[in-house]
């Protein structure tokens, strides 16, 4: 009979499946976190960008629009006004193609929503291994209980010690498993909702100055607000 109880005894105690489940449970953990720690880095620094993104319509040119957002590395309204300029001067420019069947605003729109896509793909990276971890980790964790349940009546009918501290113990001691697998998955859970709410604000943002940034390459314009208000 064990003289103490804890996660010590349940590794030194344990069997390879055991040991394999609590290492299986700390890697999900470390993973889940560091995707977390990760995309809350990037998810605070594409907020930040699109908040300042507004700057870009207060030059009086594109290229001094351009050097200011440029400023900040990574920027993600900077690739969608680089992308709406090239997309421009390469329709201007380009003869014989298939997009000549295009007209500028059609072709300004495919690039800028393909720009869009690829951003949007870029934020999402990680959120499927958080989805995963969150709604696995409580079963994991569950396994190892059930596994440790069994061992722990097995021990007992080999024994034959059917005292209240021989099943009791054991037992209890395998429900951590539960408790460590509902510990991994709520994080991960919590992370990815977060996560998904603010890449939301991050290309709801990046959607109106796409807009924006269609008109003014399409008509010189910028659209205004209230127009927007009205679409």
């Known amino acids: 009979m064990p003289s103490s109880f804890g996660f010590t005894n349940i590794w030194l105690q344990g069997d390879?499946?055991?040991?394999?489940?609590?290492?299986?449970?700390?890697?999900?953990?470390?993973?889940?976190?560091?995707?977390?720690?990760?995309?809350?880095?990037d998810v605070w620094r594409h907020k930040e960008n699109a908040l300042n993104s507004e700057q870009f319509w207060h030059c009086t040119s594109l290229v001094e629009g351009l050097g200011v957002l440029s400023q900040?590395?990574?920027?993600?309204?900077?690739?969608?006004?680089?992308?709406?300029?090239?997309?421009?001067?390469?329709?201007?420019?380009?003869?014989?193609?298939?997009?000549?069947?295009?007209?500028?605003?059609?072709?300004?729109?495919r690039c800028l929503r393909n720009s869009i896509d690829d951003h949007t793909n870029h934020l999402?990276?990680?959120?499927?291994?958080?989805?995963?971890?969150?709604?696995?980790?409580?079963?994991?964790?569950?396994f190892g209980t059930v596994w440790g349940i069994y061992h722990a009546?097995?021990?007992?009918?080999?024994?034959?010690?059917?005292?209240?501290?021989?099943?009791?113990?054991?037992?209890?001691?395998?429900?951590?498993?539960?408790?460590?697998?509902?510990?991994?998955?709520?994080p991960a859970v919590l992370g990815y909702n977060a996560l998904v709410r603010g890449n939301k604000f991050i290309i709801a943002r990046m959607n109106r100055f796409a807009h924006d940034l269609h008109a003014y390459f399409v008509t010189g314009a910028r659209v205004h607000r209230a127009a927007h208000a009205g679409v």
């Open 16 to 41: 390879w499946v055991t040991r394999s489940i609590l290492l299986l449970l700390l890697s999900m953990s470390l993973a889940s976190w560091a995707v977390i720690l990760l995309k809350a880095l």
């Open 153 to 186: 009546l097995v021990n007992i009918g080999t024994t034959g010690n059917v005292g209240m501290d021989a099943v009791a113990g054991p037992i209890g001691e395998t429900l951590i498993m539960t408790a460590l697998g509902l510990a991994v998955a709520i």
């Open 72 to 109: 900040r590395p990574g920027n993600l309204f900077f690739s969608l006004a680089q992308t709406g300029q090239e997309a421009t001067e390469h329709h201007q420019a380009a003869q014989s193609q298939l997009h000549d069947s295009l007209d500028v605003s059609d072709w300004v729109t």
């Open 124 to 142: 999402q990276n990680g959120l499927a291994v958080l989805a995963s971890i969150g709604s696995t980790a409580p079963f994991v964790g569950l």
